[in-house]
């Protein structure tokens, strides 16, 4: 069993190296964005209470994104393993997981780390509108305000490790599957 939590600044490279260890380990690619909107497509009970809470411009509170990773992963093509993406995003959220997961844990959280000024040319060159610089400066003092404390807790919880981010997705893929394969 492979279960997996990537963590990472945005532009660091998690989307595409998490389509690759998916495909990899064959194992679901799990993002809180695409759990949200199946939980709203399915008309589940926590779908419903999700849909009224961002319809209403609020975010998602902790306890209600843990019952839909819940039932997220509670289907049948995660009982071999999972890769989580964007989640968890809070303390709350990282010990809620555990206990959801309790007895086992998970078995590897992986920070992909590239510095900031490569991170920013990275999100500046996808031409996006919402990419302005002061934009990605304050989403990467919102990742080390949020993450760092998860680095911490996964830390001292379970196991992590802290991954080069640079170079090719090839490059990258093999340092992160050495660090999955070598904890088996």
């Keep these: ?43 589940t009970a926590l779908g419903l209470e999700a849909k009224a809470v961002m319809d209403a411009g609020n975010l998602v509170s902790d306890e209600l994104i843990l ?14 393993g999972f890769l989580l993406d964007g989640f968890p995003r809070t303390k709350t959220q990282a010990e809620g997981l555990l206990e959801l997961l309790s007895p086992n844990s998970i078995d590897l959280a992986v920070d992909i780390r590239v510095p900031d000024d490569v991170v920013t040319v990275r999100m500046l060159e996808r031409g996006r509108t919402d990419d302005t610089p002061e934009a990605i400066a304050r989403r990467l003092e919102l990742y080390r305000a949020e993450t760092a404390p998860l680095l911490d807790f996964f830390e001292v ?18 340092r992160i599957v050495a660090e999955i394969d070598g904890r088996e």
């Design 1 to 43: 069993m492979t279960r997996l939590v990537i963590l990472g600044k945005q532009g660091a490279g998690k989307g595409t190296q998490c389509v690759l260890l998916a495909a990899h380990y064959d194992i679901p690619h799990i993002s809180t964005g695409d759990m949200l909107r199946a939980a709203v497509a399915e008309g």
């Design 157 to 174: 919880k379970c196991h992590f490790t802290a991954v080069n981010g640079l170079g090719s997705e090839s490059e990258v893929q093999d």
């Design 67 to 80: 019952g839909i990773v819940r039932d997220r992963l509670s289907q049948p093509d995660a009982e071999k």
